[in-house]
């Protein structure tokens, strides 16, 4: 049970004043449901702003505050994904163009009429031969008195909010936040320096103050580092199998390939870890292409020539049937009884699959979350395999390994290469095995950096490569949004690349970027992946989720503004095919030596886990992180500088209050129980109370 005190906190965001049954959902949107996630939607930034007179004395890029007087009013074509645009005149007569996408247009109209002054107040940019401001964050009537704070928080917004709107919730959060037992070792506040938690919180929206956002970055780890000692510690207690294969259903497989040394290393590990009696519990890490499936495979039989059953649980339907197809061939000669069961599976199928589980004859099942639903039970299960654990989360592991009569081995996969210091931060102390050697045969991907004055070059070159009956695809940067909305240059970039290309290349071009409606997306997608169409234009590849093996060239445009791993990850799109591939990252005139630097990078290695150490490096130093990226190390409040400064502290934090206190029962183990809730964390609470 919730301790009491943080009653207050977890009151539905209904309660505030204001929100009302419509902003529910952008609320939601942005994952505030209750009050605590309000007091935590901590400002991205701060701005501060000028008044200027007239739109002359402003530069752009810049914050102001101006007196503008609509003189007209421009919706979007209909279907057009446009902005709605009001234009406004300043004193001196110039013009500015005040745009909202989306929802957020609603206001405008009314606040804006023709002919009346406002005082706006917003960022200053320019978009062709016009200046604009985008979604300004105040319009007042009366007077710029109170636009004109030095500092103002700007919050993430999601369609239907507004910046003062969420400033007032926030208020209003902050006015019932309860007094807490302070959780953080007496010597380790004074030694940072840090204030109290309301108090850090109320600084954290009031300014850009670093101590505050410490302490409240590092409550967020010393949360999840507590947890995931809980369940370290209760998989201790728990007896696990000792499963002991005698190799013969192993000996059967006929196998293509050789193993690499990555995976023969790997599964020795894995065997290793399962002829003890204590749970295994192990990540196996490599990327796209590297052969986890094969190491898998050997684990699940481990258990099968033990007398047990296996599971594998993939992260959607379309994964867990490719599993089950390729363990299927790779099991044919072995007589192993493999089933698929997922949300799909009914009626008598499904009432098979559930008996062919309890009396064993099934030994081997492959599924979606639907193979842990409170209905299925197996007679003994020894193994789980999860395929891409960050998508599923410590909860759900634990759910399924309370389903075998003892602790059952748990073998979890990804793909994403984590740098090792953040390893400790996602997976706590599981072991790990990385299969950091590619099956041999793979292609490398020619990767070039070729300076933008050469995209003349680059577009012949993609004519040839589309005249030998490939296909390509172009990737425009999209990585700033403002106020939710995305950067309005981006996608203008990118529209104007798509308009440039289809003149030369007409019908045999797409476009895909994020502001499309999913019906037209999926068209495009669909044209592209029937080979219709040849040459894909996209923001992000991200929302590409078809595998295209005769795409074999990619063109990143302005490469230098995309994360190290971010461009590894969209490079994987190509060398799918036997077909070599080349990628081509286009790099603006001035870039800095550490900008050479990561480009360089790219080009000299196909290496994930080095990319993604080293771009951790890099960005540690500070070079990319103008906007804070909270959320990339998979936490909501501590940034991916912090989780490499503070975790440590906060984990060693932790596992003091362990040691001492393992059942949380002391006053600080108490109020540690309640920064466990606070942040979620309560699956750890949970364990307490069973173990
Ligand atoms: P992952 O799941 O790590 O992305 P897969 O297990 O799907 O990778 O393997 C990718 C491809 O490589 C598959 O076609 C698989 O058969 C093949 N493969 C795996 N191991 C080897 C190996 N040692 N030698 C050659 N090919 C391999
Ligand atoms: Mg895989």
Not at 435 to 442: A, K, M, T, V
Not at 530 to 539: I, K, N, P, S, W
């Amino acid at each position: 049970m919730r301790p009491e005190a943080l009653n207050p906190l977890f009151a539905e965001v209904q309660t505030l004043e204001g929100v009302g049954p419509k902003l529910m959902k952008p609320l939601e949107k942005l994952g505030l449901t209750r009050v605590k996630d309000i007091a935590y939607h901590l400002p991205e930034r701060f701005v501060s702003r000028r008044m200027v007179a007239d739109l002359d004395q402003a530069s752009e890029g810049e914050q102001v505050i101006i007196a503008l007087t609509p003189v007209e009013h421009r919706a979007p074509r209909p279907g057009s994904r446009g902005p709605y645009r009001v234009l406004a005149q300043d004193a001196a007569g110039n013009i500015c163009s005040l745009n909202w996408f989306g929802k957020a247009a609603y206001g405008a109209k009314k606040l804006l009429p023709v002919g009346e002054a406002r005082w706006i107040a917003g960022r200053l940019d320019r978009y062709g031969d016009m200046l604009q401001i985008v979604h300004p964050d105040h319009i007042e009537v009366e007077s710029a008195a109170h636009m004109g704070r030095m500092s103002e928080p700007v919050y993430r917004l999601s369609d239907g909010l507004t910046q003062p709107r969420v400033g007032d919730f926030v208020e209003q959060a902050l006015a019932r936040l309860p007094e807490l037992p302070e959780w953080i070792e007496p010597s380790q506040l004074e030694r940072a320096g840090w204030p109290a938690w309301a108090a850090a919180l109320r600084l954290a929206h009031a300014g850009s103050d670093a101590k505050a956002r410490d302490r409240l970055a590092y409550d967020e780890l010393l949360a999840n580092s507590l947890a995931l000692l809980l369940v370290k510690a209760d998989g201790r207690r728990r007896r696990g199998q000792a499963l002991i294969g005698d190799g013969a259903l192993r000996a059967k497989l006929q196998l293509p390939f050789g193993l690499t040394g990555a995976q023969t290393r790997s599964i020795a590990e894995i065997e290793g870890d399962m002829v003890q009696e204590a749970p295994l519990l192990r990540l196996l890490q490599g990327d796209v292409g590297a052969g986890k499936t094969v190491v898998a495979l050997n684990a699940m039989l481990i258990a099968v020539e033990a007398g047990k059953q296996a599971a594998l649980l993939a992260p959607t339907e379309i994964l867990a049937r490719q599993h089950f197809e390729t363990l299927r061939k790779m099991l044919g000669p072995t007589g192993v009884e493999i089933a698929l069961l997922t949300g799909r599976a009914k009626g008598r199928e499904r009432e098979s699959i559930l008996m062919g589980l309890l009396d064993g004859s099934i030994q081997l099942l492959v599924g979606t979350h639907a193979i842990f639903q409170d209905t299925v039970n197996y007679r003994d299960l020894g193994v789980v395999v999860i395929d891409e654990q960050h998508r599923f989360g410590v909860a759900q592991r634990l759910a399924l390994a309370a389903k075998g009569k003892r602790a059952p081995h748990t073998l979890a996969m990804t793909a994403t290469p984590i740098p090792r210091s953040l390893t400790l931060a996602q997976y706590g102390e599981m072991d790990v095995s990385r299969l950091d050697e590619l099956p041999p045969g793979r292609q490398a991907i020619d990767t070039r950096v070729v300076p933008m004055e050469r995209i003349e070059e680059v577009v012949a070159g993609i004519e040839r490569h589309l005249a030998g009956g490939s296909q390509a695809y172009w990737v425009c940067p999209m990585v700033r949004e403002i106020d939710g909305a995305p950067d309005l240059a981006d996608i203008a970039a990118a529209e104007a690349r798509f308009a440039g290309l289809k003149e030369q290349f007409g019908e045999a071009v797409v476009l895909v970027h994020g502001q499309l409606r999913p019906e037209v997306k999926d068209a495009a997608m669909e044209r592209f992946a029937t080979g219709q169409a040849r040459l894909l234009v996209a923001t992000t590849v991200i929302e590409v989720g078809v595998d295209v093996p005769s795409a074999t060239l990619m063109v990143i445009e302005q490469a230098e503004r995309f994360g190290l791993a971010q461009l590894h990850q969209l490079r994987g799109r190509v060398g799918r095919g036997a077909e070599k591939s080349t990628c081509l990252l286009l790099r603006s005139g001035q870039l800095s030596e550490t900008g050479r630097a990561r480009l360089a990078l790219m080009r000299e290695t196909q290496d994930g886990f080095r990319i993604a150490e080293e771009d951790l490096a890099l960005r540690g130093g500070g070079e990319l992180l103008g906007t804070r990226q909270s959320g990339e190390a998979g936490f909501r409040i501590a940034d991916l500088e912090q989780v490499q400064r503070l975790l440590p502290v906060a984990h060693g934090d932790a596992r003091l209050l362990m040691e001492r206190d393992g059942g949380l029962t002391s006053p600080r183990g108490e109020a540690a129980r309640m920064l466990l809730y606070l942040f979620e964390r309560d699956w750890g609470v949970q364990l307490l109370r069973g173990g």
